[in-house]
């Protein structure tokens, strides 16, 4: 098959060893199906004369079936449960040694198997009549004579004999259909069976012989390719075999992060050249990052597994910044006393922590009908534990629910000074606390540790995030550490990551580690030699500190923290029934009739328009213009209006009423505001 000999793409496959792969192949005749379809269900079904390919295993997918009387094909699936009979060949033999010679492969793979003769045999003590089936055992070979065939042979009332039966002898043999039946399973996993035609055992299926060949769904790489090729056996091409000829054909195949990680370890470190640049959404802000340009070569010194915690700046800086860092950061770190918000972020950080201290940082009423205690600034409580306890619900002393507790010593300085004893110092007094996990109140830890810790030493102290930190000194082996000496950071989380460490080519001590489940790269392996300085080996520094945008470090938080039960809600509080409408309603309807009808003067009043006073045509409003500060203080009066003022007559006070000390008020009625205003206008209208 090697050479120049094309052959169909299925015929080669077929005939194909898999133990002889890979194999490099190149096509002779290619195939498009659909126009612009390039890729169908991930199966590839576009190739172009001259392609090359080359063939690294192979995957059977279904058994095609083709009917020998009129060439018609089909396919059935591999698990296909149907039974299937070997179809001897129609073909009369010479000889026997013809017969065992044209077997399709070594004799010891095809035995046993039945044959027939046409003719009568004799033999040294024994004739067999033509017609008779012998079936062949094994062939036996001894030095100085000639090979015979071990055959058994079947006699009359169930007797049966072994005949040894020479190589040489003559006649006319035709081998006969067995009773064995076989799987396609069967079939396809032993080349003998193969070669052979099958028809099925149900003819309702088939009565007709049938060559049985298998459809492999082949996998193969090409140059300059990113992913494996998969595609069946299957399609209509033709192809050379050039594995002999193309031994040195280096075939580059792009990697992702993710799988160069999986390589062997023995695969670095190594050169590799970036194939396609990164993302165009950059989710590092590392000075790194930017320099992953396309056709850049780097060096892949080793893969790891490297445990980082995930950190974000506090309150003293103003713009926030985020980070990746590594456990192997050399900096050292003060713990920093946490803030809680509530009882329950109280309870959660006891559970990692025995009798945790905190002190309260506002004051805070209680609520004697929710159990709600006092608390004040200053106060200090140590955390006892947690239970549950049954509270009243409201005012009705029978109605309880079930509240957790967060059980506290609260601890009271006892300063009053005996005057027996002045030398006494004051002694704490504690008592027991009860507040519920839903409250909201302020603490802050109580904590008097001074020790400076690495983050290896923190992630074995503290098994919970957030921890807030402060760091005292940095890192020696980082010529630029972004966590400067002095600023707050919080731990938010912490991860394990799969990491790659590499350099450039141009700085090879400046190392730094890739996250390859983060960052979208492609790369390959190439045949460079490994850079050797000439001063002798370098000292290499590993970049710790990776700075994040602030949209991956939360994806990453998300990723990385668990999620964590919310907290309990507050019971509700017995709510009392309000008045129904019906009652309010009669409240209006009362409120109405108490209202007094307005008097007859009231409503007889009208004003007609004789009445009203009419301005003179020709006269035109005076322009209003700025008034000066005399003016302010002193308006003159105007001379086309008539003042009211000076036309209204007192109007005498009326006289005290007689029960006005038995009155229950003493404002005016609707009636007299009536009577005032009606005398007033009719003084104006005169």
Same mark, same amino acid.
């Given at each position: 098959?090697?050479?120049?000999?094309?052959?169909?793409?299925?015929?080669?496959?077929?005939?194909?060893?898999?133990?002889?792969?890979?194999?490099?192949?190149?096509?002779?005749?290619?195939?498009?199906?659909?126009?612009?379809?390039?890729?169908?269900?991930?199966?590839?079904?576009?190739?172009?004369?001259?392609?090359?390919?080359?063939?690294?295993?192979?995957?059977?997918?279904?058994?095609?079936?083709?009917?020998?009387?009129?060439?018609?094909?089909?396919?059935?699936?591999?698990?296909?449960?149907?039974?299937?009979?070997?179809?001897?060949?129609?073909?009369?033999?010479?000889?026997?040694?013809?017969?065992?010679?044209?077997?399709?492969?070594?004799?010891?793979?095809?035995?046993?198997?039945?044959?027939?003769?046409?003719?009568?045999?004799?033999?040294?003590?024994?004739?067999?009549?033509?017609?008779?089936?012998?079936?062949?055992?094994?062939?036996?070979?001894?030095?100085?004579?000639?090979?015979?065939?071990?055959?058994?042979?079947?006699?009359?009332?169930?007797?049966?004999?072994?005949?040894?039966?020479?190589?040489?002898?003559?006649?006319?043999?035709?081998?006969?259909?067995?009773?064995?039946?076989?799987?396609?399973?069967?079939?396809?996993?032993?080349?003998?069976?193969?070669?052979?035609?099958?028809?099925?055992?149900?003819?309702?299926?088939?009565?007709?012989?049938?060559?049985?060949?298998?459809?492999?769904?082949?996998?193969?790489?090409?140059?300059?390719?990113?992913?494996?090729?998969?595609?069946?056996?299957?399609?209509?091409?033709?192809?050379?075999?050039?594995?002999?000829?193309?031994?040195?054909?280096?075939?580059?195949?792009?990697?992702?992060?993710?799988?160069?990680?999986?390589?062997?370890?023995?695969?670095?470190?190594?050169?590799?050249?970036?194939?396609?640049?990164?993302?165009?959404?950059?989710?590092?802000?590392?000075?790194?990052?930017?320099?992953?340009?396309?056709?850049?070569?780097?060096?892949?010194?080793?893969?790891?597994?490297?445990?980082?915690?995930?950190?974000?700046?506090?309150?003293?800086?103003?713009?926030?910044?985020?980070?990746?860092?590594?456990?192997?950061?050399?900096?050292?770190?003060?713990?920093?006393?946490?803030?809680?918000?509530?009882?329950?972020?109280?309870?959660?950080?006891?559970?990692?922590?025995?009798?945790?201290?905190?002190?309260?940082?506002?004051?805070?009423?209680?609520?004697?009908?929710?159990?709600?205690?006092?608390?004040?600034?200053?106060?200090?409580?140590?955390?006892?534990?947690?239970?549950?306890?049954?509270?009243?619900?409201?005012?009705?002393?029978?109605?309880?629910?079930?509240?957790?507790?967060?059980?506290?010593?609260?601890?009271?300085?006892?300063?009053?000074?005996?005057?027996?004893?002045?030398?006494?110092?004051?002694?704490?007094?504690?008592?027991?606390?009860?507040?519920?996990?839903?409250?909201?109140?302020?603490?802050?830890?109580?904590? #008097?540790?001074? /020790?400076?810790?690495?983050? !290896?030493?923190? &992630?074995? +102290?503290? *098994? @919970?995030?957030?921890?807030?930190?402060?760091?005292?000194?940095?890192?020696?082996?980082?010529?630029?550490?972004?966590?400067?000496?002095?600023?707050?950071?919080?731990?938010?989380?912490?991860?394990?990551?799969?990491?790659?460490?590499?350099?450039?080519?141009?700085?090879?001590?400046?190392?730094?580690?890739?996250?390859?489940?983060?960052?979208?790269?492609?790369?390959?392996?190439?045949?460079?030699?490994?850079?050797?300085?000439?001063?002798?080996?370098?000292?290499?520094?590993?970049?710790?500190?990776?700075?994040?945008?602030?949209?991956?470090?939360?994806?990453?938080?998300?990723?990385?923290?668990?999620?964590?039960?919310?907290?309990? #809600?507050?019971? /509700?509080?017995?709510?009392? !029934?309000?008045? &129904?409408? +019906?009652? *309010? @309603?009669?409240?209006?309807?009362?409120?109405?009739?108490?209202?007094?009808?307005?008097?007859?003067?009231?409503?007889?009043?009208?004003?007609?328009?004789?009445?009203?006073?009419?301005?003179?045509?020709?006269?035109?409003?005076?322009?209003?213009?700025?008034?000066?500060?005399?003016?302010?203080?002193?308006?003159?009066?105007?001379?086309?209006?008539?003042?009211?003022?000076?036309?209204?007559?007192?109007?005498?006070?009326?006289?005290?009423?007689?029960?006005?000390?038995?009155?229950?008020?003493?404002?005016?009625?609707?009636?007299?505001?009536?009577?005032?205003?009606?005398?007033?206008?009719?003084?104006?209208?005169?």
């Amino acid at each position: 098959m090697a050479g120049s000999t094309s052959l169909p793409l299925q015929q080669f496959i077929a005939s194909l060893d898999k133990s002889c792969l890979p194999k490099i192949l190149q096509v002779c005749s290619g195939v498009y199906f659909q126009g612009s379809v390039y890729e169908i269900s991930g199966s590839e079904v576009c190739f172009s004369t001259g392609d090359l390919f080359k063939v690294t295993d192979l995957e059977l997918l279904s058994v095609s079936c083709e009917d020998i009387s009129n060439s018609e094909t089909f396919e059935l699936p591999i698990n296909h449960k149907g039974l299937f009979k070997v179809v001897p060949d129609d073909m009369a033999y010479r000889s026997v040694e013809e017969m065992v010679k044209m077997r399709p492969v070594s004799l010891c793979s095809s035995l046993p198997f039945t044959f027939t003769s046409h003719t009568k045999l004799s033999l040294d003590n024994l004739t067999v009549g033509a017609g008779r089936a012998l079936t062949v055992i094994i062939l036996e070979s001894r030095e100085g004579e000639e090979d015979h065939l071990r055959c058994h042979l079947q006699g009359a009332h169930e007797a049966a004999a072994e005949v040894r039966l020479p190589l040489s002898t003559r006649g006319e043999f035709y081998v006969c259909e067995g009773q064995e039946c076989f799987t396609l399973e069967e079939i396809m996993s032993s080349p003998y069976l193969r070669s052979q035609k099958f028809r099925f055992i149900n003819t309702t299926m088939c009565d007709r012989p049938l060559i049985l060949s298998p459809i492999y769904q082949i996998h193969a790489i090409m140059n300059m390719r990113k992913e494996i090729l998969r595609f069946p056996s299957s399609l209509e091409m033709e192809v050379i075999d050039i594995t002999d000829t193309s031994k040195d054909l280096n075939f580059e195949v792009p990697l992702s992060l993710t799988d160069m990680w999986s390589q062997p370890d023995d695969c670095f470190p190594a050169v590799v050249k970036i194939v396609d640049d990164p993302c165009q959404c950059p989710s590092i802000k590392s000075t790194w990052f930017p320099l992953l340009k396309k056709s850049q070569r780097m060096v892949f010194h080793e893969k790891g597994v490297s445990p980082m915690v995930l950190l974000s700046s506090q309150k003293s800086r103003r713009t926030k910044q985020y980070f990746l860092v590594s456990q192997n950061y050399g900096g050292r770190f003060r713990v920093r006393p946490r803030e809680f918000r509530s009882v329950y972020e109280v309870y959660a950080a006891s559970l990692q922590v025995t009798a945790l201290r905190v002190s309260v940082t506002s004051d805070h009423e209680g609520d004697e009908d929710e159990g709600l205690p006092d608390l004040s600034v200053g106060d200090e409580l140590e955390v006892v534990g947690c239970k549950t306890v049954q509270k009243a619900l409201g005012k009705d002393p029978a109605a309880t629910h079930s509240v957790e507790v967060l059980v506290f010593k609260r601890f009271q300085r006892d300063d009053h000074d005996d005057d027996d004893d002045d030398d006494d110092e004051p002694k704490d007094q504690t008592e027991e606390v009860h507040l519920p996990l839903f409250m909201r109140a302020h603490f802050v830890e109580t904590q #008097r540790d001074n /020790k400076k810790y690495s983050l !290896k030493d923190l &992630s074995k +102290k503290y *098994k @919970s995030t957030p921890i807030d930190l402060k760091v005292v000194t940095r890192d020696p082996k980082l010529k630029e550490d972004p966590l400067t000496v002095g600023s707050f950071y919080r731990i938010e989380g912490a991860l394990l990551e799969h990491t790659i460490q590499a350099s450039f080519l141009e700085t090879l001590d400046y190392k730094f580690e890739i996250p390859v489940q983060r960052v979208s790269l492609y790369s390959s392996f190439t045949k460079l030699p490994l850079p050797t300085p000439a001063d002798g080996p370098l000292e290499c520094h590993l970049d710790t500190v990776t700075e994040l945008t602030e949209a991956f470090f939360f994806e990453l938080n998300r990723q990385s923290s668990p999620e964590a039960p919310p907290p309990p #809600r507050p019971p /509700k509080r017995a709510t009392q !029934k309000r008045p &129904s409408t +019906k009652k *309010k @309603s009669l409240r209006v309807n009362k409120r109405k009739e108490s209202l007094s009808p307005p008097t007859p003067e009231i409503q007889d009043l009208t004003i007609t328009p004789k009445e009203i006073p009419q301005v003179p045509e020709k006269i035109q409003p005076p322009v209003p213009r700025r008034a000066s500060k005399a003016q302010i203080e002193k308006a003159r009066p105007n001379m086309y209006v008539r003042r009211v003022d000076s036309m209204v007559k007192p109007v005498p006070p009326p006289p005290p009423a007689a029960d006005a000390e038995d009155s229950d008020h003493n404002y005016e009625t609707v009636d007299e505001i009536y009577e005032e205003d009606t005398k007033k206008k009719s003084v104006v209208l005169c």
